[in-house]
């Protein structure tokens, strides 16, 4: 996935997900890999509050890489198990939608996936915390049988917003529990996104 939208305003994803906004400027928009965007992060120090930090899309790729890592599939790569460990270097990355695309090529079609009853929803993500290069990544995993439908080999994973602590703090093995599919039958599809 290059491609999300975030049709929602600091103040509003503030209010949804109980966390401090601070001064973050944004107002809503897409965003793609190299663009900056809110995520949602722990305190630093351990506390329970939760801050939203605007951070690039795309973390620092491994020592033989050479473009930004966007999405992370491979959760068992002694490069990302170091930082899934940490639950501090664990976050949400809030979204209001997602394309898939259908057609053949040239022609292909886009559709907005979103999570029926909620206009703001989370992805399950990783950030770096470097003052440099501030950045966040998506995990993703295999498709539901929607996302299926449209020839992706992955999609996001997608947190209930019950486990959005339980990403946050828990203990690695019981955290990588929440990397699933979502239900196929909690998505809607349409040909533009949704309505913030």
């Known amino acids: 996935m290059h491609l999300y939208r975030l049709d929602a305003s600091a103040a509003a ?8 906004a601070g001064s973050d400027p944004w107002t809503g928009d897409y965003v793609t890999p190299g663009r900056p965007a809110p995520v ?9 509050r939760r801050y939203l930090r605007p951070k690039l ?13 966007a999405n992370v599939r491979n959760l068992a790569s002694p490069f990302w198990i170091g930082t ?3 639950p501090e270097l664990r976050c949400l990355i809030p979204a209001t939608s997602f394309p898939l695309w259908s057609g053949p090529t040239g022609a292909k079609r886009q559709h907005w996936v979103a999570i029926d009853g909620r206009s703001i929803f989370a992805f ?3 950030h770096r915390q470097a003052e440099d290069w501030p950045s966040f990544a998506i995990l993703s ?5 929607l996302v299926e439908q449209y020839q992706a080999n992955a999609m996001p994973v ?4 019950e486990d959005h602590e339980r990403w946050l703090t828990a203990e690695w ?7 699933a599919a979502y239900p196929s039958h909690l998505m809607t599809t349409g040909d533009t996104p949704p309505l913030p």
């Open 173 to 179: 093995r019981d955290a990588a529990a929440l990397v």
């Open 40 to 48: 949602i992060v722990p305190d630093s120090r351990g506390g329970p």
């Open 84 to 86: 899934l460990r940490h």
């Open 13 to 20: 994803i503030s209010a949804a997900f109980g966390v401090d």
């Open 57 to 69: 899309w795309g973390v620092p790729p491994p020592p033989r890489g050479a473009q930004p890592v």
């Open 158 to 161: 997608i947190l209930h917003p």
């Open 141 to 145: 995993t295999d498709p539901n049988r």
């Open 124 to 126: 399950a993500g990783i």
